[in-house]
């Protein structure tokens, strides 16, 4: 059963017609990349072809040393084959790409814990805030108990967003004043986790730039 499938009578919102919301703000990503792939394919195989592939793959932060052996794989595969259609080469693609992900595959939370901590981290604007709003409500549909912790004191409105979408799910939210230790946010989840018997805790932290340090 999918993380929606057991949703109470929907509601206008984000979270009360997730479906529609993830097909909406998945769109932009399905017609750049995957339809520039698809027009890639259109066309005879040439040298050309397969050097637009790798920086497509660059481009959509696939990874240069992945994008290159990923790529460097498929050809060979294909020049092996003797393959000059564009779908078939394109069929080799996907299989490469689901032998990647299946060798580093491993359940979400692995194995029965008296509390699941998940630390959610990434860059700015990454949407780690609305994603922990997601996770928490899917948790909770499974009958879990979900505890939320807003350890983002460093940037502005974070915890009251964290506090809003908390709301909307459902769920509870251990807070802090901003520019709290963060550190102490967390300590007082894990207590708080404990004490209510909660079975996941969801951590928000600050996002930060490559560039920066401690």
């Not at 299946?102 to 359940?107: E, G, I, L, T, Y």
């Not at 974070?158 to 939210?173: K, N, P, S, Y």
Request: charged fraction near 25%; hydrophobic fraction near 45%.
């Amino acid at each position: 059963m999918g993380c929606w499938d057991c949703a109470p009578a929907p509601r206008r919102g984000i979270l009360s017609e997730p479906k529609n919301a993830i097909a909406s703000s998945l769109a932009k990503t399905r017609q750049s990349f995957f339809g520039r792939i698809a027009r890639l394919f259109r066309q005879s195989l040439t040298d050309e072809t397969w050097e637009e592939l790798e920086a497509l793959l660059i481009q959509s932060d696939v990874g240069v040393r992945t994008a290159t052996d990923l790529i460097a794989r498929v050809r060979a595969q294909a020049e092996a084959a003797r393959v000059q259609d564009a779908n078939a080469a394109k069929d080799l693609l996907k299989a490469e790409l689901v032998n990647i992900l299946k060798a580093v595959q491993r359940p979400y939370l692995p194995g029965e814990r008296l509390l699941h901590v998940v630390l959610v981290v990434g860059v700015n604007g990454s949407g780690k805030t609305t994603s922990i709003a997601k996770l928490a409500r899917y948790h909770k549909m499974q009958g879990q108990k979900v505890i939320l912790a807003a350890a983002d004191t460093f940037r502005a409105a974070a915890i009251d967003q964290l506090q809003i979408w908390g709301q909307r799910a459902g769920v509870e939210v251990i807070a802090h004043q901003p520019k709290a230790d963060p550190g102490a946010v967390v300590y007082d989840a894990i207590r708080a986790c404990q004490s209510r018997q909660a079975d996941v805790l969801i951590i928000d932290t600050a996002g930060r730039l490559h560039t920066q340090h401690n």
